[in-house]
C-alpha cells in the first residue's frame, strides 16, 4: 500500500453467491463489525439480481456496491444482459470487469474487456480490470508478456483523464478458489510490472495513482503480509468475502500502519 498516492481498496467478489434475504444478513453483520475509522475503501460487488437489495441493506454504511460484470452496449436487443447506465442508475460505483471466470466460462476476451471498460469508463462507473495468468503460463514463463498485452488491451483508446477512475487486479488464475495464495513476492513482483506498464503507457504520475489490487485466496491470515507490498494497493477478495468477520479482518489488515 502506498496511502499518500493512491486509495487502498477491499473489494469482495461474491460471485454467484447469496440471495437477496443472505445480502441483508450479511450487511447487518458487517455494520456491526466495521470499524469506525477506515483508512481504505470498502467495496462489495454483488449478482446483478441483488443490486438493489445491496443498496438498501448497506445504505447506512460507508460501504460502495459494485456489480460483477456489464454488456458493452448502452440498449438494445441483448436478452439476459445491462448496461452500464443500468448500473449507475441504481446506484451502483464499481464494476469488475474481465474476471477469469467471466473469460473462461463466458467467453470474455481482450476485446470484449476493453470495451466493457469504455462502456464502465462512459457511465461514470470506476472498472475493477481483472488480469492473471494461469498456471500453464506461469511454468512457461510468459507471465509478464500475458499481463502485459491483457493491461495494455483493457487500456486501449482509454484517455489518461479517465485512468484515474480505474483499478487493475492481479489476480492469478492458479491462485483464485484453491486456498493456494501467490507469495507476496510473486504478487508484489506481478504487481509492481503492472504499474511499469501503466507507466510506459500513461506516465509516472498516473502510474503513481492507479490503485493496484491482489486477488486470489486472499485472507486475514495472509492479507496484511500482502498489502505490506509497496505496490498492492487493496484486494479483490472472494470466498473470504462472504464471512462478515473474515472480511472484516482483512479490511483491519488494511487499516494497519
Ligand atoms: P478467492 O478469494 O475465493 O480465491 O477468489 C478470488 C477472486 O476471484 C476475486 O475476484
Sequence with gaps: MNRRYRKTIIAGNWKMNKTATETKKFAEELKALLP??????????????????????????????????????????????????????????????????????????DFTVNKKVHAALEAGLHPIICVGESLEQRELGITMELIALQVKS?????????????????????????????????????????RTTVRHLYGARIARS???????????????????QPDIDGGLIGGAALKADEFVDIINAANQD
Design 154 to 194: 483493457a487500456l486501449a483508446g482509454v484517455p489518461a483523464e479517465k485512468l484515474r477512475k480505474c483499478v487493475i487486479a492481479y489476480e492469478p488464475v492458479w491462485a483464485i478458489g484453491t486456498g493456494k495464495t501467490a507469495t507476496s513476492e510473486q504478487a508484489a513482483e506481478v504487481c509492481t510490472f503492472i
Design 210 to 228: 492507479i490503485t493496484i489490487q491482489y486477488g486470489g485466496s486472499m485472507k486475514a491470515s495472509n492479507a496484511a503480509e500482502l498489502l505490506a
Design 36 to 109: 469506525k475509522a477506515k483508512w481504505c475503501d470498502v467495496v462489495v460487488c454483488v449478482p446483478a439480481v441483488n443490486i438493489s437489495a445491496a443498496m438498501k441493506a448497506f445504505k447506512d454504511m460507508r460501504v460502495s456496491i459494485g456489480a460483477e460484470n456489464l454488456f458493452y452496449e448502452k440498449s438494445g436487443a441483448y436478452t439476459g444482459e445491462w448496461s452500464a447506465d443500468m448500473l449507475k442508475d441504481l446506484g451502483v460505483k464499481y464494476v469488475i470487469i474481465g474476471h477469469s471466470e467471466r473469460r473462461q466460462y463466458f467467453g470474455e476476451t
